[in-house]
């Protein structure tokens, strides 16, 4: 396995000159050299080929012992020095202080077909970053994040990607519940892949230490080898900077709002300066269709990070990479500008989103009233948000509107001839409105099925798929990474996944609440 090695990030950011893998406090540096645990039994259980090949790694070189080896840690690939980066953060709210890559540890940057990606480790072992914590992970939480980065990029949404997924051979002590009672789990170890892995929060620890230097050093690396299409070095083009990354950043959130993707802790940490969806840790899918829900049993009580208030803490987040930027700019009122532009585009991508899901292409008055209309409907009584708009292409203006998204009543026998008027009533109005649209049935259902994902990784499959992983059996995991490939695809042999969440799974930890505890 021959690799094309192209270091940047290390080669022209700071670092830390200590070498010791000690927990500290560093300033003045982007990240400190820290090599991976070497782990007592590694194996490679699932490999993404599509992303191999991206990597220029044949399907053959990713079945040799040495990928099997660098990308569990056992191997330092030539030449390159695996570092851990220094970053702070908001989290829940309230500024955390020096975080940092705890549990992640970069191997190196491969060019491949115009491309820079790096790679990275989770779970490979402890970093001048891993504060009390061990620095690794478990099977469950890293099959999660495997299984979503890819799920999320096959649906069209930004998104970090995943090379693979090993376990370590080594056993991790975790109180998943957190009741005090520790348990032993097999460790496992991800590998990562991403243009950047950079985050709000690397910024943020410059500007909370005063260190304008670094933090400038850090902006123009990141504007030279990321935005490169904005010239470098001015307050103007850190402005445009600052813009793109909100941009981005909606444009994430907006596609998380399509799909019903649930991030769980959008802490300034886990938000990627490219607009990337990244930390895939007790995030969920939104079944029933419920603004206020959360997977996070952390954040149970304030919900800070449910469903409805994605775009809000998006915003929140950029007022803080705002304020870490500031000393570059000195000028309050345009980055105001700009965070007051990200409201206005919310409003209308929202809208425009909504409207592509629901078939609507032209522009009529009332439309908006018509979206209210149906989000009040679908908090009626519970219902499959996934079910629900998949299944709403099939509505033609004639057939009754209930009938064909009944599959997305979790408790069907039970609704009240009130909520049923209620739905005829809406799709009254809907089939009226679609008078108005100029394509035929047809090209509209094509439109539709191809924002409306007909296969998630709704959150107890993923859990079946750790059972069974548990017990040895990984061809779980397989089958539903093949199903999720083609997510908005018709794949008759796979209608089993196109189901609402059994009962059984309402209320078993995993399956529809989750700690952060990975
Ligand atoms: P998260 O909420 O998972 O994004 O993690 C927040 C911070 O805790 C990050 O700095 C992580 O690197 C760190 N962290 C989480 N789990 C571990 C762990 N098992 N060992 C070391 N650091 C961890
Ligand atoms: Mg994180």
Request: proline share 4%; hydrophobic share 35%.
């Amino acid at each position: 396995m021959k690799l094309n090695i192209k270091e940047t990030f290390c080669e022209k950011l700071p670092a830390d000159p200590i070498l010791e893998n000690s927990r500290r406090q560093v300033k003045s540096a982007v990240f400190s050299y820290v090599n991976p645990k070497k782990t007592k039994d590694p194996k490679v259980i699932h490999i993404s080929n599509e992303m191999a090949l991206e990597l220029g790694i044949s399907e053959e070189e990713t079945q040799s012992d040495f990928f099997k080896n660098v990308f569990t840690g056992n191997k330092i690939y030539p030449n390159t020095k695996p570092f851990a980066m220094c970053y702070g953060g908001h989290q829940f709210g309230n500024w955390a202080g020096q975080l940092g890559d705890g549990r992640a540890i970069n191997l190196f940057e491969v060019e491949h077909k115009n491309k820079n990606w790096k790679v990275q480790l989770k779970g490979a072992g402890e970093t001048p970053y891993s504060r009390t914590a061990d620095g690794l992970a478990v099977l469950r939480s890293s099959i999660r994040e495997y299984l979503c980065s890819e799920a999320m990029f096959y649906l069209g949404v930004p998104t970090t990607r995943a090379l693979s997924l090993s376990l370590s051979g080594d056993n991790v002590l975790r109180d998943i519940l957190y009741d005090g009672n520790p348990a032993y789990e097999k460790g496992a170890i991800v590998s990562r892949i991403s243009p950047s892995f950079l985050r709000f929060g690397n910024y943020e620890i410059f500007s909370a230490r005063n260190d304008v230097k670094n933090l400038k050093v850090l902006v123009d690396y990141t504007i030279k080898h990321h935005f490169s299409h904005l010239e470098n070095s001015s307050k103007k083009t850190y402005l445009k900077f600052f813009n793109e990354v909100s941009e981005r950043t909606l444009e994430m959130i907006i596609h998380w709002q399509r799909v019903g993707f649930v991030h769980g802790v959008m802490n300034t940490d886990n938000m990627s300066i490219l607009g990337l969806t990244i930390d895939y840790g007790p995030y969920g899918w939104l079944e029933d269709f419920d603004y206020s829900w959360t997977p996070n049993t952390t954040d149970r009580q304030h919900k800070r990070y449910r469903f409805g208030n994605q775009p809000n803490i998006g915003l929140w987040n950029l007022y803080k990479l705002a304020n870490a930027l500031y000393p570059l700019i000195e000028e309050v009122e345009p980055l105001e500008a700009i965070l007051d532009q990200y409201k206005i585009d919310f409003q209308k991508k929202s809208f425009l989103m909504m409207k592509s899901k629901l078939g609507l292409f032209e522009e009529v008055k009332n439309d908006l009233e018509l979206i209210q209309n149906l989000e009040d409907n679908l908090q009626l009584v519970e219902t499959d948000m996934t079910i629900f708009f998949r299944n709403l292409s099939n509505f033609k203006g004639d057939k009754i509107g209930f009938e064909i998204i009944k599959k997305a009543f979790y408790d069907v026998k039970n609704i009240s001839e009130q909520v049923k008027i209620q739905w005829n009533i809406w799709f009254k109005n809907y089939a009226d409105r679609l008078q108005k649209e100029s394509l035929n049935h047809q090209q509209r259902k094509e439109k539709m099925d191809a924002v409306n994902p007909k296969y998630v990784l709704r959150n107890y499959m993923a859990q079946l798929a750790i059972d069974a992983a548990n017990e040895g059996d990984y061809s779980l995991i397989n089958q539903l990474f093949q199903l999720l490939k083609k997510p908005y695809d018709e794949q008759p042999k796979n209608e089993k996944w196109f189901t609402k969440r059994p009962d059984w799974a309402k209320h078993k930890v995993g399956c529809s609440m989750l700690s952060c505890s990975s």
